[in-house]
């Protein structure tokens, strides 16, 4: 019995383990992405700053402009 409960703890906390390790991988991911969608917005509000300075209605943006935004 004791041996059982042994290779089952084994199991328990190597499964855990693996598990925190894939947490921390994707705590890591969500961060970059965080940081990637920071730099996007940045990038879009510079593009509507330029247009609006160009003196363009932001309503009656380019086609190309929509598929950032959206």
């Not at 509507?48 to 929509?66: A, I, L, M, N, W």
Request: overall charge negative; hydrophobic content about 25%.
């Amino acid at each position: 019995m004791q041996v059982d409960e042994k290779v089952r703890a084994d199991k328990w906390k190597a499964t855990t383990s693996k598990l925190q390790r894939r947490v921390s991988e994707l705590e890591a991911v969500v961060q970059e992405l965080e940081e990637k969608n920071r730099e996007l917005s940045d990038e879009v509000e510079f593009i509507k700053e330029c247009h609006s300075k160009q003196g363009g209605d932001y309503d009656r943006r380019p086609k190309t402009y929509e598929r950032l935004l959206d």
